[in-house]
């Protein structure tokens, strides 16, 4: 029984003389969905690609479920949404399903089944007899997450899975990710903070080609420790003043000029009663928000922590 | 052996030619050999070949080509499905590079292969994709040979017999002819990320070793022996003596020639990135 579904070990990954991907050493935990996360040139892209066997490692190694990612075991057990791969131009997205289902063992009757169903999880039933190139980039991008939900893997790695839909969509492919986390381990990389925050229980943020940390998305939240508020203004330093007289008020964050944040953390052992005497203490102060969330936004954490 | 699963090269490469014949680039290849064939064997069912089988014709061929194949194919012989013959397998790089070169390469452009991986090894791709080209090839050349039989029963008269006797072992020739310039299309679409270039390297590679051939041939005729192993038409003398024993000792090579290309292009597929 492996508790690891993927280890990693010093990878690294150049493209000629440049290091996209140096010395990382992961640990993705069998049935916890994961996030990978970065800003643009961390590398994401590139261990992601490492991990699904569509790049090979200059250095290190890789196991998947136990296994090398080229071991032919591993077909059909894990299963992948490639960011930028192209479906064929010329041949029904239906009929498309159902022939990369005949390639995991579906008879053909079976496979064609298979492509209802993933179609209609996806909400794109009535395009099934479409060609590829009939279809907007977001049906495609739909298409192409409907092909990483066939049949019944152990591991699904989905690569900017809510890149270019809109809210109502990305909102239905959520559920239907959130939907399968009981059943499996999912990896999702994504540049929306907010989806990987929802859906994820763990983050790997990457900086530079390398590890920067590896975190649980409730620590890094803080969810009932903070309160984070979207103030009208930049709140001022002296802010911090204000809750001077409040011993439940353990920390202050600011954020950065123009984001108008302000982060209380509090001592948790009082329940609401923190968050009733913090909110009073804003209102004296004739201080007005227009947000309030428990915790800290996953998006600000990870920038603060990246800086 | 389980990286090579049976059922799953029948799947892909029944969907290899259910794409061949949906997509531009098969349809492309079917159309460009259609014509030529067509206008080919329009021409020869007027009758064109058969003073081919005249003695003086013969001794005209047998300064332009080979006199043993001049020999081989139009004494004693239906000369409309010979001179055929000798045009399918002189024209079979032209068609042959130009069809096979798109078994992985618009795939490693298009990132297709990555919705493909997760499902089939990388030796199961490369060989289902081989197979398929090699059955669509074939399927052309089966097509076509048969059309000229019945063109060269129509023609020349009193050939029946013959006409049936060549027939299976021309088509054979064929088949096993452009086998090796399938493997040397394997090998050279993967290496680039589209069909079209595929194609250029493939006829670029087969220009420049004939051309090499040529000029080390005026000097080093063993050498120029020997380097001309390395591109596939080799063969083609002994596939041009229209008869069983030739025909079998060509074929010996194929294995050579798949196994040394597919070899090649199998260990660039295995570690390159898609």
Known sequence: MIDNIIETTKLAKSFGNQWALYDINIQFKKGVTTGLVGPNGAGKT?????????????KGSTTILGLNPDDAELRN????????????????????????????????????????????????????????????????KRIAIAQAFIGSPELILLDEPTAGLDPNTTDSI?????????????????????????????????????????????????????????????????????????????????????????????????GQMAEIEILKCLAQANISYREMIRGERLQETVADRLE | ??????????????????????????????????????????????????????????MILSYIIDPKIAQALFVNRAPTLSAFFYLAVSTVPMFVLFAASDQTANDIGSKYLRFLTPRCNRIEIFIGRFIGAVFLVSMAYIVISLFAALISMYVDKDSFSMVMADTPIIILSLILYTIPFVALMSLCSVVVGSAGLSALVGISIYVVFLTLISVVRYKLPDIAGFLSYVIPNSTKPLFLQLNWTSMLSAAVTVPFYVFAYGYLGFMVFKKRDI
């Open chain 1, 174 to 270: 959520k559920s239907v990710i959130r939907s399968l986390s009981n059943k499996t381990s999912i990896i999702i990389t994504s540049h929306n903070l907010e989806v990987i925050e929802d859906l994820c229980q763990e983050v790997i943020i990457l900086k530079e080609g390398r590890l920067h940390s590896h975190e649980k998305i409730a620590d890094l939240t803080a969810r009932t420790k903070a309160l984070t508020f979207r103030l009208e203004q930049d709140p001022d330093i002296s802010i911090k003043d204000i809750f001077a007289s409040l011993p439940i008020v353990t920390d202050i964050k600011l954020g950065k000029q123009g984001q108008h944040r302000l982060v209380v953390y509090f001592n948790d052992e009082q």
């Open chain 2, 1 to 58: 052996m389980n990286s090579l699963r049976l059922s799953v090269i029948k799947t892909l490469v029944r969907q290899d030619l259910y794409y061949a014949l949906k997509s531009a680039r098969g349809l492309l290849f079917l159309v460009f050999f259609g014509v030529f064939w067509f206008w080919v064997l329009w021409k020869l069912s007027s009758g064109n070949a058969q003073y081919l089988a005249n003695p003086e014709a013969s």
């Open chain 1, 77 to 140: 057990r894990i299963s992948i949404l490639p960011q930028d791969a192209l479906l064929l131009k010329t041949i029904p997205v239906g009929k498309q399903l159902e022939m990369l289902a005949e390639l995991q063992g579906f008879s053909r009757k079976q496979a064609q089944d298979e492509s209802i169903r993933v179609l209609k999880m996806v909400n794109l039933s009535s395009s099934r007899n479409k060609n590829a190139d009939q279809l907007s980039h977001g049906m495609l």
């Open chain 1, 46 to 58: 590139t261990l992601f690609s490492l991990l699904c066997g569509f790049l090979k490692p200059t």
